[in-house]
């Protein structure tokens, strides 16, 4: 019996007819023209006013940092749930992430965790919102701004979701996002900026292409990296756009067919989430004994994976181990999350 993977890209014919004739017109591949026309989609569909396309969201990271002039020692805001790449996006930049416990509602950074948390040193927050939830962003912008501190949005987990209808990615000074394979779309791989602001927007372009101002003029001002797209990918990723709203809607249709088909078992729980705005990126439920439901699953073809453990827990962040409450409860057992049919 074919089994039903936890993730799995969603492309059909009309990519492979796209790759086809981009390749037969002669296309250079690098980044170029087809880049330019998905970020110009990106930018349209979150309601920025510019994007950039980056290597992947790891990288989209590391680059809104570097754009805003940080120092090595400066702190950085980061929930201690959340892939790695949030945190070692700072690290490999010299800065220290300070983790922050999580919200037990949306598992999103905490608020009232991250008052304690912040010090002369901090310089900006990396908010996640996690499976494309968020908690009340008004706040976390108004935290911000108390502080004096810039927001970026690791919004990696979130391409589609909003929060009272301004989409998530949009409500600091730059959002970030990840299009590798398990994302809503993909392009293999591959990330993207989007920000209001022209200044950033502009430093950002520059810093991903070597430094210089115009590609070709071998002038750098400032120091660069290459963080260069291609159009190879982007072929397929406006093909994908194309079918964002579809898989928005098919993402959002899947979530709550299994919300409802397990709100009769008491044994299995769920968060709250308003499917108006939230784009779930992956089924996530608690259940007391995640290895044996992942054991029966398997036995059924159906393929499920753990969620992130702690960053706090893993080897190479050992020195943040501290009191974090909320985390801490939501990863034993009975309440170990289980992220499954995602």
């Known amino acids: 019996m074919h089994q039903i993977p936890q993730i799995e890209p969603w492309y059909d014919r009309k990519e492979r007819q796209a790759l086809s004739e981009y390749l037969k017109s002669g296309g250079w591949l690098t980044e170029f023209e087809k880049t330019k026309q998905l970020e110009k989609k990106i930018a349209a569909f979150s309601g920025s006013k510019y994007c950039l396309m980056t290597v992947n969201g790891t990288i989209s990271l590391v680059l809104a940092l570097l754009s805003l002039d940080l120092k090595p020692g400066d702190e950085v805001l980061v929930p201690n749930l959340t892939m790695i790449a949030t945190p070692n996006s700072a690290v490999l930049l010299g800065l220290k992430p300070v983790l922050v416990d999580i919200e037990a509602d ?32 008004e706040e976390v912008v108004d935290f911000c701004r108390k502080h004096r501190i810039y927001l970026i949005e690791d919004a990696a987990q979130a391409l589609g979701s909003r929060y009272q209808g301004k989409h998530l990615g949009t409500f600091g000074a730059i959002g970030s996002f990840s299009f590798s394979v ?17 200044r950033l927007y502009r430093k950002m372009k520059y810093i991903k292409d070597f430094g210089r101002i115009k590609g070709g003029i071998d002038i750098h001002p400032v120091l660069g990296w290459n963080f260069k797209f291609t159009d190879l990918q982007a072929v397929i990723g406006l093909c994908q756009m194309e079918k964002l709203e579809w898989r928005v809607s098919r993402k959002k249709e899947i979530y709550d067919r299994l919300r409802r088909g397990l709100a009769s078992l ?6 709250s989430t308003d499917l108006s705005d939230t784009v779930p990126w992956f089924m996530d439920i608690y259940v007391s004994d995640p290895d044996k439901l992942a054991l029966f699953l398997l036995s059924k073809n ?41």
């Open 266 to 271: 008491p044994q299995v729980l769920m968060l």
């Open 106 to 137: 949306t598992l999103c950074l905490d608020l009232k965790a991250a008052e304690k948390a912040v010090s002369s040193k901090t310089r900006g927050m990396l908010y996640v919102p996690f499976n494309g939830r968020s908690g009340r962003m």
């Open 302 to 342: 159906i393929a499920t994976r753990r969620i992130y453990p702690a960053v706090s827990s893993q080897k190479i962040y050992k020195e943040k181990q501290g009191k974090y409450p909320v985390i801490s409860n939501e990863m034993r057992n009975p309440g170990t999350k289980c992220r499954i049919l995602r």
């Open 182 to 198: 398990p994302k809503i779309i993909t392009m293999g791989q591959g990330g993207c900026l989007i920000t209001d602001n022209i």
